[in-house]
C-alpha cells in the first residue's frame, strides 16, 4: 500500500467534507436528543464508503477511455469554478 497517496487522500476527502452539506446533515441527525450517536455515525461513513467505492470504480472505468491526465485537468477546473462561485456568493 502506497502511504504517501493514502494520506494524500485521505487529507483531500477530509478537507473537502468539513463544512459541506453531507456533514451538515449529520450533526443535524446527531443533535436530535432520541438517536443512538453510534446508529448515525455507522450511518454517514456507510454512506461516504459507498460513494467513495462508486467514485473509484467510475474513476477506474473512465481511465481506461479516457487519459487521467485530462480526468485530473476536469476535476482542477472544476474544483477552482466551485471555489470562485462559493467567493462569488459570499
Known amino acids: 500500500m502506497d502511504l504517501k497517496l493514502l494520506l494524500t487522500v485521505f487529507g483531500t476527502v477530509f478537507l473537502a467534507e468539513l463544512g459541506d452539506k453531507t456533514q451538515l446533515a449529520t450533526v443535524l441527525y446527531s443533535s436530535r436528543q432520541s438517536v443512538s450517536l453510534v446508529t448515525v455515525f455507522a450511518g454517514a461513513s456507510l454512506a461516504l ?39 462569488w456568493q459570499a
Open 49 to 87: 464508503i459507498a460513494a467513495s467505492g462508486m467514485a473509484v470504480f467510475v474513476g477506474a472505468a473512465l481511465s481506461s477511455t479516457v487519459d487521467p491526465r485530462y480526468l485530473s485537468w476536469v476535476a482542477g477546473i472544476g474544483f477552482i469554478v466551485i471555489g470562485a462561485w462559493t467567493l
